[in-house]
């Protein structure tokens, strides 16, 4: 993931046969003591690449190592980011299902990365469980449309990452939070969805867990008064579109490329 600048474990350009760089890799992350690796197959989202018998190879020497691979299935549709298909990964990878911004599983509009809504994530954990373990990889924030200059607190995000965890709970094996937005605020995003990821008990009763409860445990108050606010945010600015209108516009949707259009498509006149 280049814009990331993520750890590159198969470098672009190397002198040396790739097999013994990414072993030798590998026998370095392995040496400081880690355990399971998030591998990123392409590029960037929309740049795929071909890694041949590379994958082969990445599990097979993270195994002899004790190390746990897992990669992401981004939400881009499979056909516009390369030629590789989750079926066609290794059966010891753990597949990461990723959903976006704060769109959820169950939205019917979901229009960012050539989306039309993630259906196509749902069905890729109930194929794919059947041939490894899933987990589910949803975003708490996210930089690139919402947080540019000043940061956007989108409360529909305690909305749609609580649906979805009630939505994946009987498919995945685990849960992966992918948070990339600024600290303001963001970490309670980030509680709550640490918190939904268990189950807990008070007084030996179940412990309320509702999508607005760290609303009440920062600020206190009523939690009707919370859950209609969330409820409201959340329907008007995912339910109503209006999030095409408030996201800023980023440096790449200025270049304006044919073939690399906006992640969020901006609307110029509300409906």
């Keep these: 993931m280049q814009q990331q600048r993520a750890f590159p474990l198969l470098p672009r350009y190397a002198l040396r046969a790739k097999n013994r760089v990414l072993k030798e890799r ?6 400081t003591g880690i355990s399971r690796l998030n591998v990123n197959l392409n590029a960037a989202e929309f740049v795929g690449r071909d890694w041949g018998g590379g994958i082969d190879s990445l599990t097979q020497y993270a195994r002899a190592l004790g190390i746990v691979v897992m990669s ?25 299902v990723h959903s976006v911004m704060c769109y959820g599983l169950r939205d019917t509009l979901a229009p960012v990365y050539r989306c039309k809504d993630f259906s196509h994530l749902v069905q890729a954990l109930r194929v794919e469980r059947q041939r ?5 990889y949803p975003e708490t924030a996210y930089w690139v449309t ?10 529909s995000y305690l909305c749609s990452r609580w649906e979805d965890m009630q939505e994946v709970e009987s498919l995945v094996e685990g849960h992966l939070t992918f948070s990339s937005g600024w600290d303001v605020r963001y970490g309670l995003f980030d509680w709550s969805a ?18 607005e409860e760290g609303l009440l445990r920062l600020c206190g ?10 409820r409201f ?5 995912v339910g109503k579109d209006v999030l095409s209108y408030i996201t800023p516009t980023t440096p790449i949707d200025e270049i304006s490329w044919r073939w690399l259009p906006a992640f969020q498509p901006r609307l110029a006149i509300p409906p």
């Design 26 to 31: 590998l026998m370095l992350l392995a040496s």
């Design 194 to 211: 640490a918190r939904w990821s268990g189950r807990y008990h008070h007084d030996g009763r179940p412990a309320y867990t509702g999508r």
């Design 132 to 136: 490894r373990k899933v987990w589910c």
């Design 146 to 155: 919402f947080d540019n200059r000043v940061p956007v607190w989108l409360l």
């Design 221 to 230: 108050g009523d939690t009707a008064v919370w859950r209609q606010l969330v």
């Design 233 to 237: 945010q959340d329907s008007v600015l």
């Design 72 to 96: 992401r299935q981004h939400v881009v549709p499979a056909h516009t980011v390369g030629r590789f298909q989750p079926a066609e990964l290794p059966p010891a990878l753990i597949l990461c």
